[in-house]
């Protein structure tokens, strides 16, 4: 690696430690427990159910945006963060060191799902349903569109009631995770789904979960530049 190259990455990375700490423990929590509960169910034959697995992912969403999001901004989500630098609510030499952090998160709870309760579900890999990559493109660009829009209206935009946002994301992931994770994995997160990917090497459709969920946050961008008078409406 070039000096240059290495200066412009290691320096963030220092001068925003506690921030990238945070991203990486909250991806860690992430993706312990929501795939673990995928795993859990498998070797308890269905005993937390396919609800109960979204009202996981959607409850330690909510919790970790109200204990962490005061210090990193709870992205959690390489989607999330692209879509804050691209709307101007994320410096620009933030954005791969927070990748970077959620990664290496999300990489560490699978290695810990796989030491501790063997290789189970595909450690809680996210697949399109009957190899549907298509199917699966499109609703989680869809559904990624749906969660960073209530990202933007709920955390962001100063017209919203106070003190809401960690209820609203977590209900939206958990619902979401609820009507569709039985058909794509509902995972609108890169880093969820790298890192049971990458621990368990089940790299089928992999690009899939990393390039809808940034279109579909990509998206919510622009709608909610409208909706907001150019983000005028929201905090800065």
């Known amino acids: 690696m070039k000096l240059g190259v290495r200066r412009t990455i290691e320096q963030p990375i220092r ?13 860690f929590t992430l993706v312990f427990a929501g795939t673990g509960a995928v795993m859990v169910n498998r070797l308890s034959d269905g005993a937390i159910t396919h609800l109960g697995i979204s009202f ?16 990193s901004g709870a992205h959690f989500n390489p989607a999330v963060t ?65 969660l960073m829009l209530v ?17 609203a994301i977590g209900l939206t992931v958990g619902l979401e995770a609820a009507f569709m994770g039985l058909m794509t994995g509902a995972s609108m997160n890169p880093a969820r789904s790298f890192g049971p990917a ?26 909610y530049r409208y909706l907001s008078n150019g983000f005028s409406d929201l905090k800065r």
């Not at 933007?152 to 209820?167: M, Q, T, V, Y």
Request: hydrophobic share 55%; no cysteine.
């Open 56 to 71: 996981v992912f959607g409850a330690v969403v909510a919790a970790l945006i109200y204990s962490l999001g005061h210090i």
């Open 82 to 146: 692209l879509a804050f630098w691209s709307s101007g609510f994320l410096r620009k030499d933030k954005v791969i060191p927070y990748i970077l952090s959620q990664v290496l998160g999300a990489i560490a709870a699978s290695t810990v799902l796989a030491l501790s309760l063997g290789y189970v579900a595909n450690l809680g890999a996210t697949l399109p349903r009957d190899g549907n990559w298509q199917q699966s493109f499109i609703l989680e660009t869809v559904l990624t569109f749906i």
């Open 198 to 223: 990458f621990v368990g090497w089940t790299w089928q459709h992999q690009w899939l979960y990393w390039v809808a969920p940034i279109l579909g946050a990509q998206l919510a961008v622009w709608v």
């Open 151 to 167: 990202i933007f209206g709920s955390g962001l935009d100063r017209r919203a009631p106070l003190g809401f946002a960690g209820i």
């Open 15 to 27: 001068a925003y430690s506690r921030e990238l700490v945070a991203e990486a423990i909250g991806t």
